[in-house]
């Protein structure tokens, strides 16, 4: 099992232009969360999808930020005419979702999104 | 709302010395705590959840309710436990983590 897999490791944007953030979640996780890290914070909450729905997008910033996970293919994370504020690391996690460790999220190595 | 604390950045010990991680929680419902590692140049993985009460690589927490902490411990550092450790507490119906912003601990010779 490969784990969570997410690419691109690296992305340069120039403000204005658009960040696709790709997310393939663990065999036989239906759950994929995405969290953000900014420099010198802890891992914040974005959204929590499963297949084909968005089940809390609480953390999610109101403009700009969607998320998807379609019935085939990986979660996308997409910012549109990113900001530098936007730069920072952007972490996928999924989890099985059933059973006594639905808890648990698997990480993936993260997507660090520069924009300048 | 929830929050989770780790007042330390940097713990610095030496190897075979006693290491004490600190996290306290702030949490309204009934806490499920863990904590996270990443080692260098890798990715975050779980270490320790509270509800199983397991030992990992000499590691345990234990969960206070009455001093709500869930600090991290291990009687004798080794050079490897060097990492990023990160406490964490789901919310949200087990849907979501809230994170520390993380102790480095270093571990020297």
């Known amino acids: 099992n490969a784990g969570v897999m997410q690419n691109p490791r690296h992305l340069v944007r120039r403000r204005g232009q658009e960040a696709r953030l790709r997310c393939s979640p663990m065999k036989g996780h239906s759950h994929v969360y995405w969290y953000r890290q900014l420099p010198e914070e802890g891992l914040k909450f974005m959204v929590y999808l499963q297949k084909e729905n968005i089940i809390d997008e609480s953390g999610m910033p109101k403009e700009r930020f969607s998320a998807e996970f379609p019935k085939e293919g990986p979660s996308i994370l997409r910012i549109q005419q990113v900001v530098r504020g936007d730069s920072a690391a952007y972490f996928c996690a999924s989890s099985p979702g059933t059973g006594f460790y639905t808890y648990e999220q698997y990480f993936g190595p993260g997507t660090r999104l520069t924009v300048t | 709302a929830q929050r989770v604390t780790q007042p330390e950045k940097l713990l610095s010990v030496f190897k075979g010395a006693p290491v004490e991680l600190k996290c306290n929680y702030s949490y309204s419902g009934s806490p499920e705590l863990f904590w996270y590692v990443q080692y260098s140049r890798q990715r975050l993985q779980l270490l320790l959840r509270h509800i199983s009460r397991e030992s990992i690589k000499g590691f345990t927490a234990d969960l206070n309710k009455g001093e709500t902490s869930f600090h991290l411990k291990k009687p004798f550092a080794q050079e490897e436990d060097s990492a990023m450790y990160y406490c964490?507490?789901?919310?949200?119906?087990?849907?979501?983590?809230?994170f520390g912003t993380g102790t480095q601990l270093k571990v020297e010779l």
């Open positions: 964490a507490l789901v919310t949200g119906g087990g849907n979501k983590l809230t």
